[in-house]
């Protein structure tokens, strides 16, 4: 089963730095969303991507960006790490045009 | 702007009972969808039911229904005949239809979510 594969599954980065996440679809979705979510809290919408393009976003910082490859993969990008970034962050794949989405198991990123 | 509501950070269930988890909402727009998302350890959020706004019967999944109050705002969840592996974070979720632009995809709100703990 193709679902939503996430890299890496954990990650420890230091204040400052950058780090990109990636994400690969359910086979067949055409549509990536990301979330973060943060200890002890519900996931918070950061963007999403549709046929290489930002069609929503969250309120979020300029920091994070992302991009959509032609194959429909994905990668979250954060610059200038914070302490705050630190959370588990969570994609999503889905059909643009149906609402059913499929979650992966989310990169767990540490910021020290 | 839309805000979805868990007032109950943590719950307990005897296996075999019945558990209803809480959430309420607060949105202007008459159409929408709610949803119930299963996170285990595992941390993969895992869709548990669905419901229409403009659909007045309650959804039903095998052991897990809702009891959707649309005046009232509120969206309840039940777990009959609880299992061990029902253990996990319940979120309740709402699903924004502000931007036009993101088709049938649009953001979810979610809650802050509830810890349930199935005792044997």
């Known amino acids: 089963d193709a679902g939503v594969t996430q890299s890496p599954t954990h990650l420890i980065k230091t204040r400052g730095q950058q780090v990109t996440l990636r994400c690969s679809p359910k086979s067949g979705h055409d549509t990536v969303s990301w979330y973060q979510q943060a200890l002890g809290q519900g996931p918070q919408f950061i963007f999403q991507y549709y046929e290489e393009e930002e069609r929503q976003r969250g309120n979020f910082p300029d920091r994070f960006s992302g991009h959509q490859y032609p194959n429909y993969s994905s990668e979250l990008n954060v610059n200038a790490l914070l302490l705050g970034d630190s959370a588990l962050y969570l994609c999503a794949s889905s059909f643009f045009n149906e609402g059913g989405y499929t979650f992966g198991s989310g990169t767990r990123l540490t910021v020290v | 702007a839309q805000t979805v509501t868990q007032s109950q950070p943590e719950m307990s269930v005897q296996e075999a009972e019945t558990v209803t988890l809480s959430c309420t909402y607060d949105t202007s727009e008459s159409d929408y969808y709610l949803f119930w998302y299963k996170q285990p350890p595992s941390r993969q959020m895992i869709l548990v039911i669905r419901q229409e706004a403009y659909k007045q019967q309650n959804a039903t999944e095998n052991r897990f229904s809702v009891n959707f109050q649309k005046a009232a705002k509120s969206f309840s969840l039940k777990i009959s005949d609880s299992q061990l592996g029902d253990a996990a974070m319940y979120f309740c979720?709402?699903?924004?239809?502000?931007?036009?632009?993101?088709?049938?995809?649009?953001?979810?709100?979610w809650g802050l979510g509830t810890s349930l703990a199935v005792n044997p």
């Open positions: 979720a709402y699903r924004d239809s502000t931007d036009r632009n993101a088709g049938n995809n649009r953001k979810l709100i």
